[in-house]
């Protein structure tokens, strides 16, 4: 299949491959997929005290749009609070990277890990990521 | 010398024209060359067409030892697994209407199945064991009073896996039931001796012998005689079974494919063990990396590897320079990983993660010596970038974690 430039970009010279402390109280980690379905994606963000995202760091087994989805996120999310960062589309993703029809799914699954990793950074500053959600959906 | 990129290491797919294959082929096409209708029984040019299609139809009988009047050609061998099946199917339907098949088949003898499903016949689709063989003890415990029809692939075409023809085709010719050997995979590589075996039917294809695609063969056993419907009526051509006009550059084609076979295949699956052994011995140090199917019981030019916490898409784009296959259908929207390998008991992520090597009459010492320092390169790579790698590296049994399915 044919992939963008952009998503051979990314593939070839991923951007923030690593891994952050995931026991450290400024670190939140999401980890969505399944190994089943071809594709793991694990997205850490490093917060600072006012919430705003100063490392990201992405490690990803999948196929190359999901690894360059992931990469790309890690460039957008840093800068960003978390409460900006939730806010990242996966079609935003799937647009930027031109991805093809069957491969917007590792777009969703960008999407699903800042989801997740925002989530346990909240959790672990004792905010109740679920309320926040509540509060969200309420109004 | 600079390397012709990418390496085709894709012979099971399908294979390059044979150079004196193409050569002979170019002489039946044009007003100067061969370019009869062998079916024209009133002037010389459909009798040197018909001499040349039955010297086509002595050389594939040759190849597997068959009498040349038991070869109907067909389009492929997908028309041949449809017309075997189907075929007899049909004939036989008063006698019973179950079938016994494997699930590691190619889909043209699957979708088949399916098809004769649909029309009321009963399959059994048999599991292969670990090693992706079907054994015969398999096939007798699947047998019944109303079985009429078992259809075994010779080789597989992902895993390369070989069945026992022999000893399935006692059974099913002791009980009476009819054997169809798909040999898309085998035929020009293994020896066939259908003078021997106790096949009924046996599907060929060109392209897999560096023959051309677009022609394949069916073998029909005369004795004990096998009585198949045809599937596809017109002029009565091939004693009925198969109507069309014969493609004699096609046909010429399948027929010095298969004559080189005859003559080479001894030697040059020698050859093709030895890259195969030179490629595997190159990668086999690596950790987690695994063959699938059977090693011992395998075509020389096959090799089906996991390389587990990799996805084999992604290590398909690294390797550009490469042609091969993915286990892995992750293109498709299903995200199914291959049936032939899960049929094996292979777990999923290890499905994805597989690549089938073919090698073929083309393929050099240094096409595998480049091949193997790019897939250690590349899985190197991938591994660095993967969760999955980093888990087990720690320790971490994958199989404890609960993952969400999406």
């Given at each position: 299949m044919a992939y963008s430039d952009k998503v051979i970009d990314h593939y070839e010279h991923p951007r923030n491959v690593g891994r952050l402390d995931d026991k450290a109280d400024n670190v939140g980690t999401g980890m969505v997929g399944a190994p089943a379905c071809g594709d793991v994606m694990r997205l850490q963000i490093q917060v600072n005290d006012n919430g705003v995202i100063e490392d990201a760091k992405f490690k990803t087994y999948g196929c190359g749009s999901a690894i360059a989805s992931s990469s790309l996120l890690t460039e957008w999310v840093k800068g960003k609070t978390i409460d900006e960062a939730e806010q990242i589309k996966n079609t935003a993703i799937a647009e930027e990277l031109a991805l093809p029809p069957v491969k917007i799914h590792c777009s969703v699954l960008a999407e699903d890990a800042i989801k997740a990793a925002v989530k346990n950074i909240r959790e672990k500053r004792g905010q109740d990521a679920g309320e926040a959600a509540e509060e969200k959906a309420a109004g | 010398m600079t390397m012709k990129l990418p390496i085709y290491l894709d012979y099971s797919a399908t294979c390059p024209v044979d150079p004196r294959v193409a050569a002979t082929m170019a002489s039946l096409l044009t007003m100067e060359g061969n370019f009869g209708n062998p079916a024209s029984r009133s002037h010389l040019f459909g009798w040197k067409a018909e001499e040349a299609v039955e010297e086509a139809r002595r050389n594939v009988a040759e190849l597997v030892n068959a009498d040349p009047r038991e070869i109907v050609w067909t389009s492929g061998a997908t028309e041949s697994d449809n017309l075997a099946i189907k075929g007899a199917a049909h004939f036989y339907q008063g006698?019973?209407?179950?079938?016994?098949?494997?699930?590691?088949?190619?889909?043209?003898?699957?979708?088949?199945?399916?098809?004769?499903?649909?029309?009321?016949?009963?399959?059994?689709?048999?599991?292969?064991?670990?090693?992706?063989?079907?054994?015969?003890?398999?096939?007798?415990?699947?047998?019944?009073?109303?079985?009429?029809?078992?259809?075994?692939?010779?080789?597989?075409?992902?895993?390369?896996?070989?069945?026992?023809?022999?000893?399935?085709?006692?059974?099913?010719?002791?009980?009476?039931?009819?054997?169809?050997?798909?040999?898309?995979?085998?035929?020009?590589?293994?020896?066939?001796?259908?003078?021997?075996?106790?096949?009924?039917?046996?599907?060929?294809?060109?392209?897999?012998?560096?023959?051309?695609?677009?022609?394949?063969?069916?073998?029909?056993?005369?004795?004990?005689?096998?009585?198949?419907?045809?599937?596809?009526?017109?002029?009565?051509?091939?004693?009925?079974?198969?109507s069309g006009t014969l493609p004699t550059h096609q046909i010429v084609g399948m027929?010095?494919?298969?004559?080189?076979?005859?003559?080479?295949?001894?030697?040059?699956?020698?050859?093709?063990?030895?890259?195969?052994?030179?490629?595997?011995?190159?990668?086999?140090?690596?950790?987690?990396?695994?063959?699938?199917?059977?090693?011992?019981?395998r075509v020389p030019g096959n090799l089906n590897v996991s390389f587990a916490f990799v996805e084999g898409e992604s290590l398909i784009m690294s390797l550009r320079d490469l042609a091969i296959s993915s286990g892995s259908a992750c293109t498709s929207a299903s995200l199914e990983p291959s049936y032939v390998l899960r049929a094996l008991g292979v777990n999923d992520e290890l499905a994805h993660s597989s690549l089938r090597f073919s090698f073929g009459r083309f393929t050099s010492e240094q096409d595998v010596d480049t091949a193997a320092a790019e897939v250690r390169k590349a899985v190197e790579k991938l591994r660095e970038l993967s969760p999955l790698w980093d888990m087990y590296k720690d320790g971490i049994d994958l199989n404890t974690i609960e993952w969400a399915a999406h």
């Open positions: - | 006698r019973g209407k179950h079938i016994i098949t494997s699930k590691i088949e190619h889909k043209a003898v699957l979708d088949t199945c399916r098809q004769l499903e649909r029309e009321g016949f009963e399959v059994t689709y048999l599991n292969p064991r670990e090693d992706g063989i079907v054994y015969p003890e398999q096939v007798e415990e699947a047998l019944r009073e109303d079985t009429i029809l078992v259809s075994l692939m010779h080789v597989n075409n992902e895993i390369g896996v070989v069945n026992d023809i022999a000893a399935i085709g006692e059974l099913c010719r002791s009980r009476k039931v009819i054997f169809h050997v798909d040999a898309a995979q085998s035929a020009g590589k293994l020896p066939i001796d259908l003078a021997e075996l106790k096949v009924d039917l046996m599907s060929f294809s060109a392209h897999k012998v560096y023959g051309p695609k677009g022609i394949g063969a069916l073998y029909v056993r005369r004795k004990p005689r096998v009585r198949i419907e045809a599937q596809i009526h017109g002029g009565g051509h091939e004693r009925g079974m198969r027929g010095e494919a298969f004559r080189i076979a005859k003559e080479e295949m001894a030697a040059e699956s020698e050859r093709l063990l030895g890259l195969r052994d030179r490629f595997w011995g190159q990668i086999k140090d690596m950790e987690e990396v695994h063959i699938n199917g059977s090693v011992e019981q």
